[in-house]
């Protein structure tokens, strides 16, 4: 295609660029495979690949694939580092991923409690707790109801928080404050509170709480599984020294979507025991 002469075939004016082949749209993206202009941003938020890849996100989340999800919802943080929605959702991934202290890396500068959302103080609380930092994610869901007292959500963070330290009554009050300001799937709710009341050997409440959960859910089988231990239990007073050993300790798999409040998100957990928190 170069022209015959003695000066080198890579100089440009020795070239012979042919015809300018037009780039056809995408069946996948569209016009995300437009030629882009010079004065315009490929990923501006009225185009289409931002939005798309968003979608992309939410449905690797909903497939249980947390891993894609989050590299997903790091090209679209890259571009907005400073949009708090997408950082919580980017920091669910990680953390559902398995990396929780990135995640907490990228909640850290919407976590100052002068500024901090309840969404994002909630967020950092669970990937403190995810991580065992139990005292920052104690702080953390108290900084959320100061911020917004009627956050259930918020309560729903502490009451795990402060049964996972012992802390059982707190935890029982948080829980109820939780199921007043109306949470969703609140038979999760219903659940961890029974279980924290077995912990504190109140076995007859423990029931009561699993049996409102059962009539919410009469599919889940964490619930009946509790149901049926409680019952058992509740029979045998000598079994009672032995509830911190038998009953269950930790937190179990949550919707990726919840009805009404941020999603209630922790490590999946495939152990078949079925008998433990939920959330």
């Not at 996100?57 to 400073?82: I, W």
């Not at 058992?232 to 930790?250: D, F, N, S, V, Y």
Request: aromatic letters at 6%; glycine letters at 6%.
């Amino acid at each position: 295609v170069g022209e015959t002469g003695t000066r080198p075939l890579a100089d440009a004016e020795n070239i012979n660029p042919g015809l300018d082949i037009p780039v056809p749209d995408s069946r996948i993206l569209g016009t995300g495979f437009d030629r882009p202009q010079v004065t315009e941003d490929p990923l501006a938020a009225n185009k289409p690949l931002p939005t798309r890849i968003y979608k992309e996100a939410l449905n690797s989340a909903a497939r249980g694939n947390f891993t894609e999800a989050a590299a997903y919802y790091a090209l679209l943080h890259h571009r907005e580092p400073g949009n708090e929605t997408l950082a919580i959702k980017y920091a669910q991934a990680l953390r559902r991923s398995g990396s929780a202290a990135q995640a907490l890396a990228v909640l850290k500068p919407f976590a100052e409690p002068e500024i901090a959302s309840p969404k994002a103080l909630v967020a950092y609380a669970k990937t403190n707790l995810t991580l065992k930092q139990t005292a920052a994610a104690v702080q953390a869901a108290r900084w959320a109801i100061d911020s917004d007292p009627t956050y259930a959500e918020a309560y729903h963070v502490l009451g795990i928080t402060l049964d996972a330290l012992g802390n059982h009554r707190e935890a029982q009050a948080a829980y109820q404050s939780a199921l007043a300001n109306g949470i969703g799937e609140s038979h999760r709710t219903l659940n961890n509170l029974a279980m924290s009341y077995a912990q504190s050997g109140e076995l007859g409440q423990a029931r009561s709480s699993l049996e409102q959960a059962q009539e919410l859910a009469t599919e889940d089988q964490t619930v009946q599984a509790n149901l049926t231990l409680i019952r058992t239990m509740e029979g045998q007073e000598a079994m009672k020294p032995t509830l911190p050993i038998i009953l269950p300790t930790r937190v179990s798999a949550e919707p990726v979507e919840p009805v009404r409040h941020p999603a209630r998100e922790w490590p999946k957990d495939d152990s078949p025991d079925p008998r433990r928190f939920q959330t």
